[in-house]
């Protein structure tokens, strides 16, 4: 606790405390920062360059505006333009060089609003644009503009389309802010549904707790086999291996939405549409996408499909990560017949979605009994229903565990205590994580499965000396809930360490490796923008490295699998972990240099890290690269856990005499990775 002193002497120096997670021990401790912290972790982290390196929103917004201001003219009226949202200014600045009479700008992020003045003064426009630091549902006429727009530009969309409050803001700026008749870019979105048949995108939306053939299965509590996983899954569509799922029907247009006010636009809304299926199957999901209409007469459209049903070629498809596709679940999975036909019911509130399906002649039967505990996320589930790794898991642990063996097991959310009890160990000892419900439902797992005997779920506090005393092995996977990157999990070294090292331990050790790659089209989201469309952006560029430099995430996580990249050298190990081993020094550091070999041409712009884990000397498990990866070849990744990646500023053209040199110290006190790379 901070106490009277401390808060005025941090008020003094104008600096800001903010509590932080240590992975290490599972703790949450404070950390002080300069002033200026939260604005550098803000703009650090905001994705407007993979808005700005997306071509083809800009043309055609630029578009939309030039259709309108062209309407306008020819209907002999003003052209006064409203940007609300404007970010970087973009949109303003092609309604002036379009030919606006006038421009005001919306801009509540004041870190962005900053970034729009400087980058509009940059362009020669500061006298054209007003800026209006406020958000648009807060501004009004004639105090903050002098008289209404009669063109509306904004871009307040996001995967879900209305989930950053696109509806209110539009319906807002209809009835306040805009002139009768007046002109909207984009003037109207429509948002598509398609069935599909996959088994594996079933998976992470549901518990199992599956074991292999030859173990006895672990059931679920009546009722929690129904509980979800709230309902967004937003991801790069394209990417998905298409032997992952069928699709079902055509696409369905389940919503249409009119932003210029020429048809009432609701909060919310509720339809059901009938459609007929392609072939047999069982409907898991659905896939969900849309697009816009730029310009008031649906000539200029912008499509968010995945590469299968859009409309243009797979090579002219524009790479973005700002808008995706999404996932979204019926109730219960439907078994469905080809030719038959079934209804889709599909429901939207000001900010959410809802999608199910039925047959004809049954209604819908609505959302299921529960949700999951927000420990259990997607890639969780994923993990915990694959029966081929915890096979892995369970062919190695069978040689070590009897009737005598009392296990500790560190790790969160897992299968490992259930399958340490069903393998015979005498007593296992587990700790779940801190978060609403994730205690509750493994108590009533353990329960449920007469394991209360053998399994003992601890709390808060920590084992008694005694327990820990009759500890013969130390288990993880190891996985956390909080875990944010790979080597986030070796807070599974540091509770092993408080055993005696004569006590066995699975995993064994482990290994950080790394990898020079090529990215596809991830690295845009970090890469400078220069220009944009004929503005010069170098100050945003400007703003966004220096407070890259004062953020706490130069090493980002992502699922790979959705990134497509090139091996431009084989994996090399970073820092090694010896678990046999204790790691009890609170200054304990481990460090290594070394360098990526690059044995292809090729553009540098990415490495990915990951963990890989030495199960018992023989066997081992990636949480990355799976399989074997050739140089120059794309590698196939873990789709159950993130990666790390490092997106260096510029890419660098490199040949197989280069290499990507590193310098890495882990600190095993608060598991802070702290690595440099550079070309050599």
């Known amino acids: 606790m901070m106490n009277s002193c401390t808060l005025g002497a941090c008020r003094r120096m104008k600096s800001v405390f903010t509590s932080k997670f240590n992975p290490t021990t599972g703790k949450v401790e404070w950390v002080m920062h300069d002033e200026s912290y ?6 650090a982290r905001s994705a407007y360059a993979d808005m700005l390196h997306d071509t083809e929103r800009n043309k055609k917004y630029e578009a939309g505006l030039q259709a309108a201001i062209k309407s306008m003219r020819a209907q002999g ?18 309604a002036v060089r379009n030919g606006a009479d006038s421009v005001h700008a919306c801009e509540e992020f004041d870190p962005a609003a900053k970034c729009a003045a400087k980058v509009i003064a940059a362009n020669g426009m500061a006298d054209k644009i007003v800026l209006i630091k406020k958000r648009s549902t807060a501004v009004s006429v004639p105090d903050d503009m002098p008289h209404k727009a009669n063109i509306l530009v904004t871009e307040v969309f996001d995967t879900e389309l209305i989930g950053e409050g696109a509806l209110s803001t539009f319906r807002h700026a209809l009835e306040h802010l805009l002139e009768p008749n007046s002109i909207v870019v984009p003037s109207a979105a429509r948002m598509y549904i398609q069935p599909v048949d996959s088994s594996f995108l079933s998976s992470f939306n549901r518990l199992t707790l599956s074991m292999p053939e030859t173990i006895e299965p672990i059931r679920l509590p009546p009722g929690i086999e129904k509980y979800i996983y709230p309902p967004l899954f937003d991801l790069q569509l394209s990417s998905l291996p298409q032997h992952l799922f069928d699709v079902l029907a055509l696409p369905q247009i389940v919503f249409r939405f009119d932003f210029c006010g020429r048809e009432k636009l609701p909060l919310e809304s509720h339809t059901q549409i009938e459609f007929k299926v392609d072939r047999d199957g069982v409907c898991h999901a659905f896939f969900m996408w849309w697009d816009l209409d730029m310009d008031m007469r649906g000539d200029v459209q912008l499509s968010c499909a995945p590469h299968w049903e859009h409309p243009l070629p797979f090579d002219k498809i524009q790479w973005r990560d700002h808008w995706m596709q999404a996932i979204f679940y019926p109730s219960f999975s439907l078994p469905v017949v080809q030719d038959a036909r079934y209804v889709l019911d599909a429901k939207h509130d000001e900010y959410s979605l809802d999608f199910d399906i039925s047959t004809l002649n049954s209604p819908v039967i609505g959302s299921s009994s529960g949700l999951l505990p927000c420990a259990y996320t997607r890639s969780r589930l994923a993990m915990l229903g694959n029966v081929s790794t915890i096979s892995k898991y369970s062919s190695t642990l069978h040689r070590l565990v009897d009737d005598s ?34 205690a509750n439902l493994a108590k009533s797992v353990i329960s449920y499965n007469d394991l209360s005997d053998k399994i003992y779920l601890y709390g808060e506090e920590e084992l008694s000396v005694e327990a820990m005393s009759q500890v013969t092995l130390v288990v993880g996977e190891p996985y956390f809930c909080r875990s944010f990157l790979p080597w986030n999990d070796l807070r599974f ?38 220009e944009c469309e004929g503005f010069d952006l170098n100050l945003y560029d400007s703003m966004i490295e220096r407070s890259r430099e004062k953020s706490d995430d130069r090493l980002e996580q992502h699922s790979l699998w959705e990134y497509p990249c090139k091996a431009l050298g084989p994996l090399k190990t970073i820092l090694e972990f010896d678990f046999k081993q204790t790691c009890h020094e609170a200054d304990h550091v481990i460090s290594h240099t070394g360098i990526f070999p690059i044995e292809c ?12 884990y030495n199960l018992d000397g023989e066997n081992s498990v990636s949480f990355g690269v799976e399989g074997d990866c050739k140089v120059g070849s794309y590698p196939s990744w ?20 280069d290499g990507i040199q590193f310098d890495a110290d882990y600190h095993v006190a608060d598991a802070d990775l702290r690595v440099t790379f550079s070309v050599s």
């Open 405 to 438: 063996t009392v296990v500790l097991c560190v790790s969160e959310c897992s299968f490992l205590p259930y399958l340490l009890a069903r393998l015979g160990a005498k007593k296992v000892y587990t700790q779940e994580c801190d978060f609403v419900g994730a």
């Open 638 to 657: 873990n789709m159950e856990r993130k990666q790390a990646v490092y997106l260096p500023i510029k890419s660098s053209t490199v040949k197989p005499s």
């Open 38 to 43: 939260d604005y550098n972790q803000e703009i």
């Open 493 to 530: 070294w540091y509770t092993r360490s408080r055993l005696s090292q004569s006590v066995d331990v699975f995993p064994i050790s482990a290994h950080l490796v790394g990898m020079a790659v090529q990215f596809d089209n991830l690295h845009k989201i970090r890469q400078p923008v220069k």
């Open 77 to 94: 009226r003003p052209c006064n333009v409203l940007d609300i949202g404007t970010g970087t200014g973009l949109l303003s600045m092609m």
């Open 601 to 612: 041409k090729g553009e540098w712009n990415g490495v990915a890290l990951w963990m890989i």
